[in-house]
Structures are given as C-alpha cells and as structure tokens.
C-alpha cells in the first residue's frame, strides 16, 4: 500500500526558515518523480515543486523560486522541501503528492502538514 | 501560465443525480488533464488522468471527457459519499495548475 507521510510544519514567523519531510513507503520511491502541492486555508490547490527520480531536475511555482528547495534521500526514501525567507502568503496545508508511472501527474497524496507563518 | 476556469463553482443536487462540472483551459493542452476530489478536512483523491482514464480503484459511476481546452468530469448516481469539492488540474506544462475548484452539495 502506497503511504506518504509528511512532517514538519510549524508556525514560524516571516522571513523564518522550515524543512518539511515526507517519508514514502509501499512502492520502490527512486521509479517515481515527487511533488508539493499546499492548499491555502479555505482556498483552492497550488502545485509548488516536482523533483525528478534522480534529483537532477526540479522545478517550481514562480513565488516559491529561489526561496524553496525541493529534494530527495532515494536511500532513506524520503522527500523533502526546504523553506526560507517565509511570507504571510505562504501559510498553507504542504501535500506530498507521488508522480505516477507514466511521469504525468499525481497519483497519490500524503495527509498534509500544515505551515503557519505568523508574528 | 496556463489557466483553468471550472464552472459552476458550486452545484446543488440530489441523491441519485448525474452532474457535470466543466473545466476550461487558456490555451490547448491535449488531454494532460486530471480530476481531483477532496472532502473537508482530507487530502484530495485522484480521480481521472489523460482527461479520461479512470485512476485504479475509482468507481465507473466516475466519466471524464474533452480535448483541447474544453474538459469534464460526469458523476452519475450521485452517493452521499460523492459530495465534495472538485478540482481539475492541467499537466501539460509548468507550472502545473488547477481549477478553482467545484464544491457539489446535497440539495
């Protein structure tokens, strides 16, 4: 069974910095590219990164864009996604979310963690 | 970016009912279209990829159609269990972007 479990959010203040973690499990993590997608509170969903299966490529959401890292631990099958310089904006449910085998989109979705960024 | 517009952005029915929503892309996508449920408090389930291809273990009461820029999900039978917000989501180039989402409630 498929399982993605995130962690990590906390509430930080602006400018801050946080490191969510997603551990996957139930499928060989290395075949598949990853994702982020956050969720505003009462808002729709916006895809924020992908990484692919080797961590070579990455790419982001123009207000992510050299604030956010995505990348990966093939070997301890994790995903993570470093968050610096946070704005009140970026207060959201973190998604992880599994690319499926065909490369196209999200097939599965972890229970969310949730990031408040406050003063 | 490429935009997708869902219509109506809620939608009363009634147990038993056959409802479509509607997606639109700002520009011709081919079929890189998924559809996506989500109840409150949950995270979002995958429904439908390649606008038309059922995700492994979703009922066949679940249909997607379109091509192009012109997307939708069909719900036939409606369940109680089918009440949600529905979101599309275009993949066919970056960034990846969804809809706004379509919250069908019990009339």
């Known amino acids: 069974e498929v399982q993605l479990v995130e962690s990590g959010g906390v509430l930080v203040q602006p400018g801050g910095s946080l490191r969510l973690s997603c551990g996957a499990s139930?499928?060989?993590?290395?075949?598949?590219?990853m994702s982020w997608v956050r969720q505003a509170p009462g808002k729709g969903l916006e895809w924020v990164a992908n990484?692919?299966?080797?961590?070579?490529?990455?790419h982001y959401v123009d207000s992510v864009e050299g604030r956010f890292t995505i990348s990966r631990d093939n070997a301890e099958n994790s995903l993570f996604l470093q968050m610096n310089s946070l704005r009140l904006e970026d207060r959201a449910m973190y998604y992880c979310?599994?690319?499926?085998?065909?490369?196209?989109?999200?097939?599965?979705w972890g229970l969310g963690t949730p990031v408040t960024v406050s003063s | 970016d490429i935009q997708m517009t869902q219509s109506p952005s809620s939608l009363a029915a009634s147990v038993g009912d056959r409802v479509t929503i509607n997606c639109r892309a700002s520009?011709?996508?081919?079929?890189?279209v998924a559809w996506f449920q989500q109840k409150p408090g949950k995270a979002p389930w995958s429904l439908i990829y390649?606008?038309?291809t059922l995700r492994s273990g979703v009922p066949s009461k679940f249909s997607g159609s379109g091509s192009g820029t012109d997307f939708t999900l069909t719900i036939n039978s409606l369940q109680p269990e089918d009440f949600a917000t529905y979101f599309c989501?275009?993949?066919?180039?970056?960034?990846?972007?969804f809809g706004q989402g379509t919250k069908l409630e019990i009339k």
């Open positions: 989501q275009q993949y066919n180039s970056y960034p990846f972007t």
């Open positions: 520009q011709a996508i081919n079929n890189h």
């Open positions: 390649a606008a038309s």
């Open positions: 990484i692919n299966q080797d961590g070579s490529r990455k």
């Open positions: 979310a599994r690319i499926d085998g065909y490369g196209s989109t999200f097939d599965y």
């Open positions: 139930g499928f060989t993590f290395s075949s598949h590219w």
